[in-house]
């Protein structure tokens, strides 16, 4: 380091401030002291050079400070680590430490990193094959990450160019040469296979659904297998599969169903063949969610409409929804629907100006469930009005009024492209109400009402969700011509389906209003990685609260449970659960409130990935590619010396680094303590000779 002193004024002034201590000091022990004259000197140099100093600080002098620093060429060696690198990686990790080694005793920066581990963090004889995915591209970037600004120049990379995530490193940008290593084997290994299987995440409890996989077959021509599908040990169905030519492919597809409720862990399989290279690859785990039934909603009309058929076809786009339309002039006793749970009702034109659905509509809104109003030219205003709480429409019945709808920019609550919408107003018109609309407190206006040319302020699509139940209402009829006006514009059914579903979905989706909730953050984890639970606790008025116990009780298929407790706390409301094996866990936690027990249960997967096993053959074009897009250079474990030759011969030179800091002489704290040191001295040899 070297340091150097600055002034932003004359240097003469200098002179001044040696000369203002001298004269402080002079006349401050010019009298005839009590003490001996060879003190009183060295007491005036004191005085006289703290003030002097301090005069000096007065004129902000600054120092500059220079640091130069060698930065060596550095070197990672990046190991890929995975699975399937383990056999021929394992057998090259001594010849690897040798390289690290011969290229420090050549003044080379050395380090490693790997596919979990930093550089920095691991030893070359310490690194262990055991990640069960490879994203090359990931440990490059990485390294780019880790040693950016500093002067790497080269990294060697030990692997066998298989990958199965991320993308392929050859088109990556590096600032640095990647060496390639290429271990493993690049011819196919006699092997048989499950490989891209696929099955719904959903099904329903009772119904029907496939699971497809393929069949992947190499060097077992002329020989024959079962394919199985399993479920808790036991057989459902399975298929006879005969290999053809040695590189074969052949899908196979189950159709199954479940009487359970819940996740269900499925096995597909197929049957070990002797000479095949691993039967790691044989077989995969499948988790179908099985649920009971649709969410029911009830399309209740006053009569026939074409609005119900358009209805029908925007409802229906979504599997999880059953509906169930009814017509009260086309009918008789329409009883039995008070006897079904459903989840959304929808009333087209009721209630009605003649009075004929009035004892339906009253015992439907006793069941409290979530309402959609549809009105029409047959539709009671007031009583609509009065039901809904969302809007109050003050008119004379069977006056309507012609109109489009016009986008509220400012609604919020659901998440709709307004320049798509926009399209709305190049509708034909529907048939609304004619009267004053006003409001009411806690609803949303989703569309305006368009008169022509003339944008209103009347709503014609509304929302309230504030209440106990949550409303809409549609003030007028004639939906069916938006969707075919919208087809003959832009020969789709898009915007308006999309805008009626997301409203339906809305009003029919259920809230969590209980007070206390555990659930896994992730509905599926990877085997090894730990299980995380978040715990939620609400008073009466729904503010979280802690400091309670909860109980958690996990269970296995196998009906092994294990118990743990903790407690809630504003600082770490999670929990977390490692070392638990591959598959369905369920889950039940307890704690108690107000005096009563609270329970919630749920569940929850753990798979154990085993793609590193469905792809054993090494892909030595990929680094290759990767070593000549960036310079570098291909070998293998029996070729390393020339490498360590190549680079030994041609080292890079170390890189100098300066840093410089320009600071006030004022604040070097070293200046503090030496003046402090001088005043002290002064004033205890003062006080020592009998004087202050």
Known sequence: ?????????????????????????????????????????????????????????????????????????????AIDNSQSTAQPGQSTLAALSEVQSQLASQGYDVSVQTLDEAAGNVEVDSVKFNQKTTDLSGLLNGVRT???????????????????????????????????????????????????????????????????????????????TTVSLRQGGRTIATQNVVIDKNDFFKPVTFNTSSPQKGVQHYTIEVGGMSGEFSTRNNRQEIYIDIIDGREKILLLALAPHPDLKALRSIIEQNENYELDVRALSSM?????????????????????????????????????????????????PAATSTLSQTVQIAGNPGQIDKVTGRFNTSFQLLNLDAESLNLLERLPPLSVPFGEYRLSPGSEVVLYQRVGTVATTKPLLALNTAGDRKVAILAGEGLWQWRQEEFSITEKQVIVDDLFRKVIQLLSVKEDKRKFRVYPVSAEFDAGESVTFQTEIYNDIYEKIYGQEVQLNITDEAGKAQSYTYTNSA??????????????????????????????????????????????????????????????EFVQPNTLETLVQMMTANRPPDRLESSEEMVELVHLKWLFFLLLLLATTEWGLRKYSGSY
């Open 146 to 224: 880790n040693y950016e600004g500093r002067n790497l120049t080269d990294v060697i990379l030990l692997s066998d160019g298989i990958i199965n995530q991320g993308v392929s490193p050859a088109y990556g940008n590096y600032p640095f040469k990647v060496h390639t290593v290429a271990v493993g084997d690049t011819v196919p290994k006699r092997d048989v296979q499950i490989r891209n299987v696929t099955a719904n995440r959903v099904a329903y409890l009772g119904n029907q659904f496939p699971i497809q996989a393929d069949v992947v077959a190499n060097g077992l021509a002329g020989r024959s």
């Open 571 to 632: 600082e770490n409301s999670r929990f977390e659960i490692s070392g638990l094996a591959e598959g369905v866990y369920r889950y039940r936690a307890t704690t108690t409130l107000r005096g009563g027990q609270e329970q919630v249960s749920g569940q929850f997967i753990v798979r154990d990935i085993e793609i590193e096993a469905l792809n054993t053959t090494a892909d030595f074009g990929l680094l290759r590619e990767l070593a000549q897009r960036t310079g570098g």
């Open 1 to 77: 380091m070297r340091s150097e002193l600055f002034f932003p004024t004359s240097p003469w002034f200098i002179l001044l401030c040696l000369l203002i201590g001298a004269l402080y000091a002079f006349f401050l022990y010019q009298p005839e002291p009590s003490w001996g004259k060879r003190l009183n000197i060295f007491l005036a140099v004191l005085r006289g050079t703290l003030v002097s100093v301090i005069c000096f600080l007065l004129l902000s002098p600054l120092v500059r400070s220079t640091e130069t620093s060698v930065d060596k060429a550095k070197i990672v060696l």
């Open 332 to 380: 008789g006793n329409l009883n039995d629907i008070m006897e079904k749970p459903y989840d959304l009702i929808i009333l087209h034109q009721l209630p009605d100006a003649g009075g004929l659905g009035s004892e339906y509509v009253r015992r439907l809104m006793q069941k409290n469930k979530p309402i959609f109003f549809i009105l029409g030219n047959q539709s009671a």
